[in-house]
């Protein structure tokens, strides 16, 4: 156990909809990623928040948003969903601090599936 | 740009045989490596890292990965397979700073008795 939680594991919906995925780092990790996996593409970086302002951003489509909030979990806001969008998206979280390595602890994933 | 290259796509090994997955990577400064583990269904745990010091790095499960700078480098080995070990292997790349992390396409492993 990563110590990193998603919220729900499994997500079905129809195209043109509009999901939220949730996130809640690690207990003291300032910063938060999305990366979504899929077959074609791999493993994609979408993007990071740190301390709740936006830090990088990656392969992210317009109709994806996320967002830190005060209390560091993050939610990712995916919209007019297309059959191209099922995949697995993780949420990873990462220590801050002189001697931190890079690390990126993972959560479990949020499979979502568009129908 | 970064990248990293994972060339072999699928490698089926005996229990009890040994492993190398290759990994290469395509960095501007100074990389940070790690090789992470993802089982079916499952998120992705860390095996090792590599940030500075000794190009040797010793992870869990008995795993180990040798950085060759010369080489662009960071090939993840295990002397002996269980088959507990079938998943997909991902080497990534990144920087100090909390910066994002790339992916290589990963390495699935199957094991065969």
């Known amino acids: 156990d990563s110590g990193v939680t998603q919220t729900p594991k499994h997500l079905i919906t129809a195209t043109g909809q509009r999901v939220t995925l949730r996130c809640s780092p690690r207990s003291g990790d300032l910063s938060v990623y999305w990366y979504q996996q899929s077959l074609d593409q791999g493993l994609q970086f979408l993007i990071q928040y740190y301390n709740g302002e936006e830090r990088a951003k990656g392969n992210i489509l317009e109709r994806f948003s996320a967002q830190q909030f005060p209390d560091l979990h993050s939610e990712l806001n995916l919209s007019s969903l297309e059959l191209g969008d099922s995949a697995l998206y993780f949420c990873?979280?990462?220590?801050?601090?002189?001697?931190?390595?890079?690390?990126?602890?993972f959560g479990p994933g949020t499979r979502l599936t568009v129908l | 740009a970064q990248s990293v290259t994972q060339p072999d796509i699928h490698i089926t090994v005996s229990e009890g045989a040994s492993l190398e997955l290759r990994c290469n990577y395509s960095y501007g400064a100074t990389p940070y490596l790690f090789w992470y583990v993802q089982s079916p269904g499952q998120g992705l745990q860390l095996l090792l890292k590599?940030?500075?010091?000794?190009?040797l790095v010793q992870g869990i499960k008995g795993f180990e990965a040798e950085f060759k700078r010369s080489q662009s480098s960071f090939n993840l080995r295990k002397p002996s397979v269980h088959w507990s070990d079938a998943a997909e292997y991902f080497c990534a790349v990144g920087a100090r700073g909390n910066t994002p992390l790339v992916f290589g396409k990963g390495t699935r492993l199957s094991v065969i008795a």
């Open positions: 590599y940030f500075s010091g000794d190009t």
């Open positions: 990873a979280s990462s220590v801050v601090g002189s001697t931190d390595s890079g690390e990126q602890f």
